[in-house]
């Protein structure tokens, strides 16, 4: 047989199967109660709504268009609409700040991309998002810790960059109910970032995809909107804010957007056109017309069914596990992230749990870039109701309290 491997760049030898994308198959076993898969409740998507939307669109004047093949930047109406939406985030821009592309996920993969050359550096949070970590290991950098910030300075960043071989060349953070931990990043750490990132000149990307899913608490300007109001205007700032409409409307269309300066903006069309040529038209158009009609019903409508489950899982938390354990408390958000003691593995636990208790969930390290974290544990609630929590959280409890007494 050939072999493969002396043929594949470089960059192959970093890519990995997700951990996530593998537990999903596990929704399909009626005996497993999982709390593996952070992704919507299919239940909750307005199918409806959609359905009478693509009628519309098929059956209207633009049917042709909906069927071409359309602009790389994207759909004039959906990119009007969510200059709208983003203004009212505090961010004022125009459809020239935005770009559609398929889903947040090519949105980080074209960042890495654009940023990334090998050997140089990402500021990540530590845990962060697998996926991003997927999309900028392809192009070969090397990560450096960006929370906790603490007092380093910031040429420590930039010296153990260039000792490496590269520069540091963005901070990534997810402000708001991060996965993989639910938390969210206070304003004050949210300005550090920025003063960082103007220390070092780099850019900022602010993943935002699930911004609109607060439960409690006030909301915080995403971060381009406190660098709009140190700079003055859009075009002069470094932050690339990564929308997504899969937490709220629909995954399954796979649309999302960058809201950035122009500049920036204009070379990302650039990667669009070489890559996909544009994201689905009528996908689009689908969504230009659901968004103006339907977007805060149905976010309002996903808020309460997910905050019922935060507050169950909370609750069973509490009640069930056993002593040595923490988890966080997130305002909003799909995922609760649980720290178990020092001596536990969560690719061991999980491995055990399928086969005793039934429940799934992910194994914390995946979601480490230097592979530590291993006793930490993703637990999603959007996809299961109350009385699963209750009894998936039971189960994983005694399963946690006999791993603690084997200690």
Same mark, same amino acid.
């Given at each position: 047989m050939l072999d493969w491997e002396h043929i594949f760049a470089t960059r192959a030898t970093r890519m990995r199967a997700s951990e996530i994308r593998e537990l999903l198959k596990l929704l399909d076993r009626?005996?497993?109660?999982?709390?593996?898969?952070?992704?919507?409740?299919?239940?909750?998507?307005? @199918?409806?709504?959609?359905?009478?939307? #693509?009628?519309?669109?098929?059956?209207?004047?633009?049917?042709?268009?909906? *069927?071409?093949?359309?602009? &790389?930047?994207?759909?004039?109406? /959906?990119?009007?609409?969510?200059?709208?939406?983003?203004?009212? /985030?505090?961010?004022?821009c125009d459809a020239s700040n935005i770009i559609i592309t398929s889903g947040s996920q090519q949105a980080l993969d074209y960042i890495g991309k654009l940023f990334l050359s090998p050997g140089d550096t990402a500021l990540v949070n530590w845990p962060t998002y697998l996926?991003?970590?997927? =999309?900028?290991?392809?192009?070969?950098?090397?990560? %450096?810790? $960006?929370?906790?910030?603490?007092n380093r300075p910031?040429?420590?960043?930039?010296?153990?960059?260039r000792d490496a071989g590269g520069a540091v060349k963005f901070a990534y953070a997810s402000a708001d109910f991060a996965n993989p931990t639910g938390e969210t990043l206070d304003r004050a750490t949210r300005e550090k970032i920025l003063d960082l990132a103007d220390t070092l000149d780099i850019a900022v990307i602010e993943d935002a995809a699930?911004? &609109? $899913?607060?439960?409690?608490?006030?909301? +915080?300007?995403?971060?381009?909107?406190?660098?709009?109001?140190?700079k003055g205007h859009i075009n002069d700032t470094r932050v690339l804010y990564c929308g997504s409409f899969s937490k709220?409307?629909?995954?399954? $269309?796979?649309?999302?957007? +960058?809201?950035?300066? =122009?500049?920036?903006?204009?070379?990302?069309? /650039?990667?669009?056109?070489?890559?996909? /040529?544009?994201? &689905?038209?009528?996908?689009?158009?689908? $969504?230009?017309?659901?968004?103006?009609? #339907?977007? %805060?019903?149905?976010?309002?409508?996903?808020?309460?069914?997910?905050?019922?489950?935060? %507050?169950?899982? *909370?609750?069973?938390?509490?009640?069930?596990?056993?002593?040595?354990?923490?988890?966080?408390?997130?305002?909003?958000?799909?995922?609760?992230?649980?720290?178990?003691?020092?001596?536990?593995?969560?690719?061991?636990?999980?491995?055990? &749990?399928?086969?005793?208790? @039934?429940?799934?969930f992910v194994p914390g390290k995946a979601f480490f870039a230097d592979g530590s974290g291993g006793n930490t544990l993703r637990l999603s609630f959007s996809c299961a109701n109350e009385a699963q929590i209750e009894e998936g959280i039971s189960r994983l409890g005694k399963l946690l309290t006999e791993a603690i007494a084997g200690l």
């Open positions: 009626p005996e497993i109660i999982s709390f593996a898969g952070g992704i919507p409740d299919p239940a909750l998507f307005p @199918k409806e709504v959609f359905a009478a939307a #693509y009628t519309r669109v098929l059956t209207g004047p633009a049917a042709g268009t909906a *069927l071409q093949y359309a602009v &790389s930047e994207g759909n004039l109406a /959906l990119r009007t609409w969510l200059a709208g939406y983003m203004a009212s /985030l505090g961010v004022a996926g991003a970590l997927q =999309a900028f290991n392809a192009y070969e950098p090397r990560y %450096d810790r $960006l929370i906790p910030l603490g910031a040429e420590d960043f930039a010296t153990a960059a699930y911004q &609109s $899913l607060r439960y409690d608490g006030e909301a +915080i300007p995403p971060m381009l909107a406190l660098d709009i109001a140190r709220t409307l629909s995954p399954g $269309l796979r649309v999302g957007w +960058i809201c950035a300066a =122009a500049p920036v903006i204009s070379k990302i069309v /650039l990667l669009k056109q070489a890559a996909d /040529l544009n994201t &689905s038209t009528i996908n689009q158009m689908v $969504l230009a017309d659901v968004a103006e009609t #339907y977007f %805060d019903t149905q976010v309002a409508t996903i808020k309460a069914a997910y905050r019922a489950r935060r %507050d169950a899982m *909370l609750k069973a938390l509490d009640t069930h596990l056993p002593a040595g354990c923490s988890w966080s408390k997130p305002d909003g958000g799909m995922f609760v992230w649980v720290t178990v003691p020092e001596g536990l593995d969560g690719a061991t636990l999980l491995a055990r &749990s399928l086969e005793t208790v @039934k429940v799934a």
